[in-house]
């Protein structure tokens, strides 16, 4: 059992959608999303552990921990399957949880996710880990640096998955990327080619397209959920 409960934001009526937001965001982050997709789903937009309004708790903060605190959510809704959007350390949440749990994924939709530190383009990636080796050094004698130092510690070390692992996986994937993306290109080419029932779609803008092209982003993401 898990020592929290996620706290999160419901909307619409239909069959159930899950948005899992980024790092240091809440689920706020989807609200084109939550709008948009509300006419036809029931969408649950979740507070990651630590983040939002849902309590930070005693667990590890890890992305695997992430992924089993939405195994737990999923039972208490009593949600037996539903599709994932995850955006950012979202999509490498979702990522991890369809690997422990393929069979409660129907379809999977990530978000600028990557498999591992080196995917984060170096101008970005540079500045997270002197952030965080900045951070570190002052969390023990402080509350607030401590919680920095988790949080941008998630982008320094994690998460750590094997492309190898993703061939095993038979849900549909949509893998979903802005033009100037954070995430490397060729990186995001891997995870695309690593999932045997995915494709890529490439959408004008950088990192945050759902949040700053949500038009273009939301049309991409309800053909694949229509697609039969």
Do not use: W
């Amino acid at each position: 059992m898990s020592d929290i409960s996620l706290c999160y934001t419901k909307q619409g009526a239909g069959p159930p959608l899950l948005l899992l937001h980024g790092n240091g965001e809440d689920g706020s982050y989807f609200t084109h999303q939550t709008d948009y997709f509300s006419r036809r789903y029931t969408v649950y937009a979740v507070d990651t552990r630590g983040h939002g309004r849902s309590p930070r708790g005693t667990a590890p903060f890890t992305i695997a921990q992430f992924a089993e605190d939405l195994s737990e959510f999923m039972d208490e809704q009593g949600i037996l399957r539903a599709p994932i959007l995850g955006f950012s350390d979202g999509g490498n949440i979702a990522l991890t949880f369809t690997l422990a749990h393929p069979g409660r994924v129907s379809r999977l939709i990530l978000n600028g996710a990557n498999l591992d530190p080196s995917g984060v383009k170096a101008h970005i990636q540079i500045p997270i880990i002197l952030g965080y080796k900045l951070a570190f050094l002052f969390a023990e004698k402080s509350p607030q640096a401590k919680a920095h130092a988790e949080m941008l510690g998630l982008m320094v070390n994690e998460p750590r998955i094997d492309p190898e692992a993703l061939q095993k996986l038979r849900v549909r994937t949509l893998v979903i990327v802005g033009t100037k993306d954070m995430i490397k290109d060729e990186h995001t080419l891997l995870i695309a080619r690593s999932l045997p029932r995915s494709r890529l779609e490439i959408i004008a803008g950088d990192h945050f397209i759902a949040a700053k092209n949500p038009g273009a982003f939301n049309r991409a993401v309800d053909e694949f959920l229509s697609e039969p």
